[in-house]
T-cell receptor, first 114, second 115 residues
Framework: AQSVTQPDIHITVSEGASLELRCNYS??????LFWYVQSPGQGLQLLLK??????LVQGIKGFEAEFKRSQSSFNLRKPSVHWSDAAEYFC????????????FGAGTRLAVHP | GAGVSQSPRYKVTKRGQDVALRCDPI?????LYWYRQALGQGPEFLTY????????KSGLPNDRFSAERPEGSISTLTIQRTEQRDSAMYRC?????????????FGEGSWLTVV
């Protein structure tokens, strides 16, 4: 069965530090890959997505993610974290070429210390 | 509208009561989705529509759950004879159409508590 694993439930970083959130997926073929962010009182917002091509994907708010087929991973990174990045981050997959039925991971909650 | 709008934002209901959750998608969006998110979990797919047609309801947990979108715009998710295990956030989302590649926009969700 398809699944998405986000190994880190909580992560705390200092403002200005770099960030990497891990995401691993289990899927028969390379799925479409997404990262969403949920800030307090907000809906889920799409940060970035990967379908094919360049394995390093740029997103909004200075985030990027790298698809590594050999590791079935799609880790999210940011070089310098801002206090406003504190939120919950969700990795998701969808069937390649299929409709947008997303399978989400359990999420990683990010705290940012001043 | 500017975004996906859901109501009510918060609902507390007694076990055994029926509940209706409403979703108003982004204007012009063909596809509408319902997800459920339990505490500490990611959203789980429930069902989706293209226009008024329900295309996939494989995620609905049992026959107490139903959804409709009669005019291809606003949708209602109905839970009959609610149980405590139904307590969760129910998220609605919409996209231009259901082809992969179109961004899915999520609403803020409706928190349901069954007591």
């Amino acid at each position: 069965a398809q699944s998405v694993t986000q190994p880190d439930i909580h992560i705390t970083v200092s403002e200005g530090a770099s960030l990497e959130l891990r995401c691993n997926y289990s899927y028969g073929a390379t799925p479409y890959l997404f990262w969403y962010v949920q800030s307090p009182g907000q809906g889920l917002q799409l940060l970035l997505k990967y379908f094919s091509g360049d394995t390093l994907v740029q997103g909004i708010k200075g985030f990027e993610a790298e698809f590594k087929r050999s590791q079935s991973s799609f880790n999210l990174r940011k070089p310098s974290v801002h206090w406003s990045d504190a939120a919950e981050y969700f990795c998701a997959v969808a069937p390649p070429g299929g409709y947008n039925k997303l399978i989400f991971g359990a999420g990683t909650r990010l705290a940012v210390h001043p | 509208g500017a975004g996906v709008s859901q109501s009510p934002r918060y609902k507390v209901t007694k076990r055994g009561q029926d509940v209706a959750l409403r979703c108003d998608p982004i204007s012009g969006h063909v596809s509408l989705y319902w997800y459920r998110q339990a505490l500490g979990q990611g959203p789980e797919f429930l069902t989706y529509f293209n226009y008024e047609a329900q295309q996939d309801k494989s995620g609905l947990p049992n026959d107490r759950f139903s959804a409709e979108r009669p005019e291809g715009s606003i949708s209602t998710l109905t839970i009959q004879r609610t149980e405590q295990r139904d307590s969760a956030m129910y998220r609605c989302a919409s996209s231009l159409d259901s082809y992969s590649g179109n961004t899915i926009y999520f609403g803020e969700g409706s928190w349901l508590t069954v007591v």
